[in-house]
Every structure is written in C-alpha cells, then in structure tokens.
C-alpha cells in the first residue's frame, strides 16, 4: 500500500498492484511513470489518472467506448511489449480529455 498526497483529491490510498507503470512516462510528461487511475466520485463516465509520484498531476480520462461503442484501437506488438501486459484481456483504452 503507498499513500499518496494530492493536489486534486487530497492523501489517497493506493495498492501497489493497481499502481500502472509506463517505461517511458507519458509524451510531456516523461518524468511521471507510476500512476494509479482512479474513479471520479461524481461522475461515473470520467476517471483520473494520478501520478504517484507528483501529487499535482492528474489527468482527466474517459473510455472511447462510452462515446463510440465500436471503438477500436489497433496498436503494434513493438509498442505493447514495453508495458508488460500478461493478459490483453485486463487492459484498458482510456484517452486524456482536453
């Protein structure tokens, strides 16, 4: 378990298997490589992505499905391997809304 100071949602609590990590940050955002999503407590279509490591960093994401019930996302096996995902199954599409 790691707590994590916020400046969006205050001290949080956040199991280290829930924590998502991106080998080489996100574009902009390099230096953030763990993060936790979590669910907006309002609004059930919209979800966060925390940074763990820098508590003023949240990123507001929604599923494409919601809003396009076929969405599908092609993404090369090149591009994949880095996130070590065991099984494609659990793996999720959320996109950042600007």
């Known amino acids: 378990m790691m707590r994590i100071t916020t400046t969006r949602f205050g001290r949080i609590d956040v ?3 829930d924590v998502l990590h ?3 940050g996100l574009p902009g955002l390099e ?3 763990s993060w936790a999503l979590l669910a907006d407590s309002t609004n059930d279509a919209l ?3 925390q ?3 820098r508590g003023d960093v949240a990123l507001a994401v ?3 499905r919601r809003f396009v019930p076929d969405y599908q996302v092609r993404i090369p ?3 994949l391997s880095p996130l070590a995902i065991g099984d494609m199954r659990q793996a ?3 996109v950042v809304v600007g």
């Open 77 to 79: 096996r090149s591009e």
């Open 51 to 53: 940074s763990t490591t």
């Open 62 to 64: 929604v599923s494409p």
């Open 31 to 33: 230096d953030c490589r």
């Open 47 to 49: 979800g966060w992505l």
């Open 22 to 24: 991106f080998p080489s």
């Open 15 to 17: 199991t280290s298997g």
């Open 92 to 94: 999720q599409v959320v």
